[in-house]
Nanobody, 124 residues
Framework: VQLQASGGGLVQAGGSLRLSCAASGRTSSSYVMGWFRQVPGKEREFVAAITLGSGRTYYADSVKGRFTISRDNAENTVSLQMSSLKSEDTAVYYC??????????????????WGQGTQVTVSS
């Protein structure tokens, strides 16, 4: 599975930005796709995830109510709509994918495939 992220950029605080992640290769309804972000000197952190089958979504507390993750299975893309952006949302954002093969799984880790990062900068 190859992932290509796009849509990053510079935006003012309070503004909106939409990230997209295009997947190529073998994905299926048993896959989960997620977004993570990382700032220099800090660990990569989970942002949001969505199951490709049911479309169930998961969010970090820090983005709940502001970010929306969605999928388009026909286009094999996952998007992250980010609204009410804050300066602390500034980071490199990565999309990721994983298969779910067990009922014991978590959307915040265990991803096997990663896209290149896309920079999001929120100016205050």
């Amino acid at each position: 599975v190859q992932l290509q992220a796009s849509g990053g950029g510079l935006v003012q605080a309070g503004g909106s930005l939409r990230l997209s992640c295009a997947a190529s290769g073998r994905t299926s309804s048993s896959y989960v796709m997620g977004w993570f972000r990382q700032v220099p000197g800090k660990e990569r952190e989970f942002v949001a995830a969505i199951t490709l089958g049911s479309g169930r979504t998961y969010y970090a507390d820090s983005v709940k109510g502001r970010f929306t993750i969605s999928r388009d299975n026909a286009e094999n893309t996952v998007s992250l709509q980010m609204s009410s952006l804050k300066s602390e949302d500034t980071a490199v954002y990565y999309c990721a994918a994983r298969a779910v093969s067990s009922i014991l799984w978590t959307p915040t880790s265990g991803y096997d495939y990663w896209g290149q990062g896309t920079q999001v900068t929120v100016s205050s």
